[in-house]
Structures are given as C-alpha cells and as structure tokens.
C-alpha cells in the first residue's frame, strides 16, 4: 500500500491543523495507521495511532486532550486533527500502516513521506 500525507503547513501557537494520510493500491481499511512525527535533530516518536474499525486509539502523552486521530475508511484515508499546537509540535508527521507489534512501536511495513508542520511562536 502507497501512502501519501498532506495537510501539513505554518500555523499559529494555539491554532489547529489537520493532516490526512491517504492510501493507494490497497484499501486502508485493512491496517491499522499510525501517526509519527520527527523534529529536526530529534527521533522519530509516535504520536497517535488508531485500529482497523477505529474502535481504539492510542495518544502519545504529548498528544493526549490536543490530538484526534479519526478515518474514513470510505475514504481510504486517516487524520489526525491538532488543535493548540504549541512550537515544540513542529516536525514531519508521517504516516504508517501495517503495523507487526504494538501501536506505539511498530515495526510498521509502510510509510508515507511525511508532511511538515511549523507551528510559530
């Protein structure tokens, strides 16, 4: 399955965004996403991630009472929806489907190319 994030830009402290990850050559529907994000200079880390049904999410404390992770499966895409965003939520948020262990650590088959979020101060 091919993955492609989008949504990112610059926004505000304090502002929201929503990014999307949306799928192509398989349907999405099948795997569960996972959101990660990179700062520059920093690991990679998860951030958020949802199951097949979306019946389960999973938060990052970072990202837990901020961030909403949703899909459409309809849609053959995943979101995850920020609101107050801070400065240190600036990185590349990548997607990722086909998770083999847990949620938060992977390993995952398939990743998106990532889409970058600034959020200013």
């Known amino acids: 399955v091919q993955l492609q994030a989008s949504g990112g830009g610059l926004v505000q402290a304090g502002g929201s965004l929503r990014v999307s990850c949306a799928a192509s050559?398989?349907?999405?529907?099948?795997?569960?996403v996972g959101w990660f994000r990179q700062a520059p200079g920093k690991a990679r880390e998860f951030v958020a991630a949802i199951t097949v049904s979306g019946s389960s999410t999973l938060y990052a404390d970072s990202a837990k009472g901020r961030f909403t992770i949703s899909r459409d499966n309809a849609k053959n895409t995943v979101y995850l929806r920020m609101n107050s965003l801070k400065p240190e939520d600036t990185a590349v948020y990548y997607c990722?489907?086909?998770?083999?262990?847990?949620?938060?650590?992977?390993?995952?088959?398939?990743w998106g190319q990532g889409t970058l979020v600034t959020v200013s101060s």
């Open positions: 990722a489907a086909g998770v083999r262990g847990s949620l938060d650590r992977g390993p995952y088959d398939y």
């Open positions: 050559g398989r349907t999405l529907s099948k795997y569960a």
